[in-house]
């Protein structure tokens, strides 16, 4: 039985999901690979946020 990682993200817009979506599973990919044991990593899921803003 395999570890599963899945990867949750919020962008800005559209344009940021449609470039970071492979980036980010490809990087996850490569540190699975690293790793001891069998991990398999799902596709990203952007989270879908719109309305988020940095609390100081």
């Known amino acids: 039985m395999s570890n599963i990682v899945t ?3 919020v962008t800005e817009g559209t344009t940021d999901v449609r470039f ?4 980010i599973k490809r ?12 991990i398999e990593v799902y596709d990203p899921i952007n989270l879908g ?6 609390t100081s």
Do not use: K, V, Y
Not at 27 to 38: M, R, Y
């Open 7 to 9: 990867i949750g993200f």
């Open 20 to 23: 970071l979506e492979n980036i």
């Open 27 to 38: 990087a996850f990919e490569e540190i699975a690979f690293d790793c001891s044991g069998e």
């Open 49 to 54: 946020l719109t309305d988020f803003r940095a």
